[in-house]
């Protein structure tokens, strides 16, 4: 089924126009390669730390695994014409690297580029603006043993890669996001191993971060200096709005600190070519000097059009254990992240649009750029019913109020552009598998068969009214 078989979303939540937002507002889907595309070993393909994270015992929920995912590789115009179903107007998606570089060096796969050249084509044709990410974590793995992102070589090798894949799609393509989420790179792949590469150590987490936004900066450059015509260059970061969970001073000290190293630390450097003092010197306390050298923070700060924001939850802090101890075991204080008590996703993550829109003004107030929320969207664990439709009102719940958000925020003077829904699909979520479901269009992985949900539905028609109010 597609979303044009069916013309309303069946009166369970109907759609109305989000006053706030304006004609020329920009509407999208998103996914990323790893999540869909499965063909690992197709056309030349290497390996990606996903793939090999996956093979490690119990990395994975279940042990799956992203080898066919949702086969997107071999279904891209039934998914184009999905995507083109729901009426957005903007598909961001992102390039596997070790498809368009098997090994993360040498030149570009021209078989590889061919499947993006393909959907990038197949897009266009269809008056929908592709949106790419340069990498959605899908590290090669040679890369990976060389060093991976703790290593300064990463950085460079990220950017001889970015000017490969600008070559390919740089005629077509006008809109570029190089990193998505470093915070998960860097602290989810190699703080606390929950993510591929699977390493376990903050010293090295931090060298990632910095290697991390290195690349991001020389990339910036490259693409900036290959581009014929003006860019949409960005990068896009995973941030909440992160408050302290009473006025105590230690509970302000916690949120302080995730509020550093969520945020300030990517934003800081980016933005105004320096890291936090603070930050850095909380760092300093824990033995961790960032491997900075001359030059590297001009490059960071390469100036940016647009800044990817992709917002899920936001948390409260608090600077003491349950037990009221201000330090922990590992003699570090304390930053706790505390229960508002409100409802929840099936992630077990917290309901808290009003988060959003204080969250973009903050961004608005110290960082000036104009943003676009890349992702935002609700796993649920929604069941197709008897008459084939897929009534996921929560989730059309949580799409609604986080729009509204953002038109809050905007008519409170934040320069907000756009609002991808995540995601296009049902997908592999990570280390979660199969299991979590944030598809506008569900997923029923043995046939490989789609079906617009009620979420994907109401999407559509609250674009269509929005626009047209
Ligand atoms: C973000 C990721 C995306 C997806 C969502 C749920 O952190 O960028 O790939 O997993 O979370």
């Known amino acids: 089924m597609t979303a044009t078989s069916r013309t309303t979303a069946s009166g369970r939540f109907p759609a109305a126009p989000v006053p706030g937002l304006p004609a020329d507002f920009r509407w999208g889907v998103a996914t990323s390669a790893y999540q869909i595309e499965g063909a690992v070993d197709t056309d030349g393909r290497t390996p990606s730390i996903w793939d090999t994270f996956c093979r490690v015992p119990g990395a994975v929920a279940g042990g799956e695994n992203g080898d066919t995912a949702c086969d997107h590789y071999h279904r891209l115009a039934e998914d184009v014409g999905i995507i083109a179903g729901l009426g957005v107007d903007t598909y961001r998606f992102s390039l596997a690297w070790p498809r368009i570089q098997p090994g993360g060096h040498g030149p570009a796969n021209p ?3 061919a499947f993006y050249d393909r959907l990038v084509d ?18 090669p793995q040679e890369l990976e043993d060389a060093g991976g992102w703790p290593a300064r070589d990463t950085a460079h090798r990220f950017a001889d890669y970015a000017e490969l894949a600008h070559a390919a799609l740089g005629d077509r393509v006008r809109h570029w996001t190089t990193l998505n989420e470093p915070w998960c790179s860097a602290m989810l792949g190699y703080e606390s191993g929950v993510h591929a590469p699977g390493r376990k150590n903050f010293g090295d987490a931090m060298h990632a971060v910095h290697h991390l936004l290195l690349g991001h900066g020389l990339a910036a450059r490259r693409l900036r200096e290959a581009a014929p015509e003006p860019l949409e260059l960005g990068i896009t970061l995973n941030l909440g709005h992160a408050t302290p969970a009473t006025d105590h001073p230690a509970d302000a000290a916690a949120a302080r600190r995730a ?8 934003l800081d450097p980016l933005v105004h070519g320096r890291y936090p003092e603070d930050v850095v010197a909380d760092l300093a306390a824990r033995g961790v000097t960032l491997p900075v050298q001359d030059g590297d923070l001009a490059a960071i700060a390469t100036p940016l059009d647009i800044l990817g924001v992709n917002y899920y939850s936001s948390h409260q802090f608090s600077g003491s254990a349950e037990d009221g101890s201000t330090t922990g075991d590992d003699g570090l204080p304390v930053v706790r992240g505390v229960s508002r008590g409100l409802p929840v996703t099936d992630m077990g993550w917290e309901i808290h649009p009003e988060g959003l829109t204080a969250l973009l003004l903050r961004l608005h107030r110290d960082y000036g750029l104009p943003t676009v929320i890349t992702e935002n969207g609700a796993a649920f664990a929604d069941q197709p019913v008897g008459d084939g439709t897929v009534p996921d009102s929560d989730r059309t719940a949580y799409l609604d109020s986080h729009i509204r958000a953002v038109a809050a925020a905007r008519s409170a003077g934040a320069d907000v552009r756009g609002y991808f829904a995540w995601s296009l699909m049902d997908n592999f979520e990570w280390a979660f598998g199969y299991d979590k479901r944030f598809g506008l269009v569900r997923v029923d992985y043995p046939t490989q068969r789609r079906t617009v949900k009620d979420s994907g539905l109401w999407y559509r028609d609250t674009i269509r009214l929005t626009r047209s109010a």
């Open 111 to 113: 078989r590889g580029v």
């Open 122 to 139: 197949s897009l266009l044709e269809r008056g929908i603006t592709p949106w790419v990410t340069l990498y959605h974590w899908d590290l």
């Open 259 to 266: 509020d550093g190293l969520g945020t300030r630390i990517y």
